[in-house]
């Protein structure tokens, strides 16, 4: 059973237009870890954020912002003001276990930015 | 210095060809993974190296055979592929090979097997 979930699989919008990416994750653990990767056209996957599963603070970095909610048990990303740039592949990841040998991650599907100028 | 680097970029093999991938990172990192994408998918994880060693090998086909020389580098020996091998693969490195760390991702070799 899939355990994360990106329901949106591709999303386009127009430069400066805000976009909401949805991860929605199922585990039965109590500690687990979420994280956001970005991967652009260059192939690399690059960390964008960590966030565990006993802090619900919602985090800003720059444009970037995220919202994790356990009472719905999802993780959402959000772009402020997208760029051109931002243009890529998104994925969420689950990271279950107390300690989780092997940092082994369950992927979601992936969401397709298209940020058109 | 923070990216692990990935050689080559591109590869074309036939099936009955033998290649290397490679993988290098000096980050310090002790631990080292090999992940396979096809395209459109996420990535899937082949091969965790901890310490040097083998820790988890996900069920890959012996026709992958991976190899860590040294805390720094990782191979992947790939022998009699089939077409269906065709992918992105993608080496991380991590601080260590627990505690959800997070990984650290090379640009891939994208994989033709003809």
């Known amino acids: 059973a899939q355990k994360v979930t990106q329901a949106q699989t591709e999303i386009s919008v127009v430069e400066k237009e805000d976009v909401t990416l949805d991860c929605v994750y199922e585990?039965?653990?109590?500690?687990?870890?979420l994280f956001w990767y970005k991967q652009p056209p260059s192939g690399e996957l690059v960390f964008l954020i960590r966030?565990?599963?006993?802090?619900?603070q919602n985090e800003i970095s720059g444009r970037y912002s995220w919202n994790f909610q356990k009472s719905t048990s999802s993780f959402n990303f959000t772009i402020t003001a997208s760029q051109v740039v931002d243009s890529a592949v998104y994925f969420c990841a689950l990271s279950e276990g107390y300690n989780n040998a092997g940092n082994m991650l369950t992927f979601g599907g992936g969401t397709r930015l298209m940020v058109k100028p | 210095d923070t990216e692990v680097t990935q050689t080559p970029k591109h590869l074309v093999m036939g099936m009955t060809n033998k290649k290397s991938l490679k993988c290098e990172q000096h980050m310090g990192h002790r631990a080292m993974y090999w992940y396979k994408q096809k395209a459109k998918k996420p990535p899937e994880l082949m091969f965790v190296?901890?310490?040097?060693?083998?820790?988890i090998n996900e069920s890959v086909p012996s026709r992958f055979s991976p190899e860590c020389p040294n805390s720094s580098l990782l191979n992947l020996h790939l022998h009699a592929l089939q077409p269906e091998d065709s992918a992105l693969y993608l080496c991380?490195?991590?601080?260590?090979?627990?505690?959800?760390?997070?990984?650290?991702f090379g640009q891939g070799t994208r994989l033709t097997v003809v």
């Open positions: 585990t039965r653990d109590t500690t687990y870890y």
């Open positions: 966030r565990n599963s006993f802090d619900e």
């Open positions: 190296y901890s310490y040097e060693k083998l820790s």
């Open positions: 991380a490195s991590s601080p260590r090979s627990s505690g959800h760390t997070e990984a650290f």
